[in-house]
């Protein structure tokens, strides 16, 4: 059995990359079920025959486990692992229709017990760019139920991920790792509050109706702006989530019209093409007689299209330009990181044990299988024996003179055969074996 993470994420590739690798939400089955149709093509190289895809804003990482082309850990299991690296890679590549040599720079491989660490500190915060932060693990667990529809977990990722949701649950519980974290949300009022004094005074607009805006708009209504839109492409959807937070709601076919009413414009959709382009923003500026307008692109693929920052009134920012906003209070957090390491190196010791255990479950079932079929032999001939009227006790000396008879007959003849070092071992080992355990 093998397991193995290849990903980037926001300390090893960039924005402009990151959108040309995430996969949209609706996708993500296709694409799991497309990763174990890759892997059985190229089975002789990776022996995967499971796969789970996670793609956020920060980071799109595929996790693939199976066994076949042998273990990892035995004789060239390093050719193994870079085949099984180059197989993946090439598969984000092909799925993206990018360059494979223009992808490899930035990807992250982790075998083995790299890949369920890797796992376990990604669900628990300490691999996000808002260190601490919740929503990692609630993305995890939709990727996951995304993944097992798709029909791509089996035992070892399914395990392996159940075991990563209760390592998180226990990091969150037992250590402060949450504490003083900053949200993007956050980090965007507090950027939008450099621009304009007073946010009490400014029209806010939320473009999306998903998790991250909901934040934001928690965010921004406790700042109470003069007005709150949100702007959804379901009207209905948008309406739930404005009328929470005593705002309004339009359709995202209006925003040409609407955009230039508004001072701070949020935007986090599950688009694959910008929403905002850079002919609607210059629009909006004139409209506005260049009054400056404050702006976060939350979306990976972005929303609003690049060009926009070079804007003389427009300040825009992405989710890499709040990456040192939320720093803030890193070094309160520290202790609570290392408690948080401590946990999380137990907990792979503890399921890399098991993945080892797996390996002997072949070898286990075949004793299993070949000691019943010598116990049945054996119980079929005492059978016979009692129903010609043989003694019932010389029959029961014979039944267990015969099963310990064939039980020691195999390890008798290895020691036989044996020589040299190999039969100092077993004679060292076999005792252990048959030693009285009563």
């Known amino acids: 059995m093998h397991l193995l993470a290849v990903g980037l994420n926001h300390t090893t590739a960039p924005l402009s990359l990151r959108e040309k690798v995430a996969f ?78 223009d992808l490899r720079p ?100 939320l473009i999306g109706a998903g998790e991250m805006i909901e934040l934001c708009a928690t965010h921004f209504a406790a700042q109470h702006p003069k007005s709150l839109t949100v702007a959804n492409r379901t009207l209905e959807r948008g309406e739930a989530l404005a009328q929470r937070f005593n705002g309004r709601a339009i359709r995202l076919a209006e925003l040409p019209e609407q ?31 260049h009054r400056p307008m404050f702006m976060v692109d939350l979306a990976v693929p972005r929303d609003i299209e690049s060009e926009v920052a070079r804007m003389d009134d427009v300040f825009l920012y992405t989710v890499d330009d709040l990456g040192g906003v939320v720093q803030t209070g890193i070094e309160s957090r520290q202790a609570a990181v290392s408690q948080a390491e401590l946990i999380i190196e137990t907990r792979v010791k503890s399921f890399m044990h098991w993945i080892d255990t797996r390996r002997v479950v072949p070898v286990i079932q075949d004793l299993h299988d070949s000691s019943e079929a010598m116990r049945l032999a054996e119980l079929e001939r005492a059978r016979r024996l009692l129903a010609r009227g043989d003694d019932v006790d010389a029959v029961l000396e014979a039944l267990s003179k015969g099963l310990t008879a064939k039980f020691l007959h195999g390890p008798q003849q290895a020691l036989h055969n044996a020589q ?19």
Request: hydrophobic residues 45%; positive net charge; aromatic residues 6%.
């Open 106 to 205: 930035y990807l992250y491989t982790l075998p083995q017990d790299e890949a369920v660490r890797h796992a376990f500190r990604v669900a628990s915060g300490l691999d996000s760019m808002v260190l601490g932060e919740p929503q990692i693990l609630g993305q995890m667990k939709n990727a996951v139920r995304q993944a097992e529809a798709a029909g791509g977990l089996g035992t070892c990722l399914h395990q392996m991920f159940q075991r990563t949701f209760a390592v998180a649950k226990e990091v969150r519980s037992t250590t402060e790792i949450g504490a003083h974290s900053v949200s993007m949300a956050a980090a965007a009022v507090r950027l939008s509050q450099r621009i304009f004094d007073k946010i009490s005074e400014q029209n806010v607009l």
């Open 259 to 289: 955009l230039a009413r508004f001072d701070i414009v949020i935007s986090s959709t599950a688009s694959s093409l910008p929403i905002i382009g850079l002919g609607m923003v210059e629009r909006a500026i004139k409209s506005r007689r």
């Open 24 to 101: 949209p939400p609706d996708q993500i089955g296709h694409a799991v079920a497309s990763a174990r149709a890759w892997f059985g093509q190229t089975s002789a190289a990776t022996g995967s025959n499971e796969a789970a895809i996670l793609s956020t804003c920060n980071r799109t990482e595929l996790y693939a486990a199976g066994c076949g082309a042998g273990d990892m850990a035995i004789a060239g299991g390093a050719e193994r692992v870079t085949a099984a690296i180059d197989a993946t890679a090439h598969f984000l590549a092909d799925y993206h229709r990018l360059p494979y040599t």
């Open 420 to 438: 040299g070092d190999e039969r100092a071992r077993l004679a060292v080992l076999l005792p252990q074996l048959f030693r009285n355990r009563r």
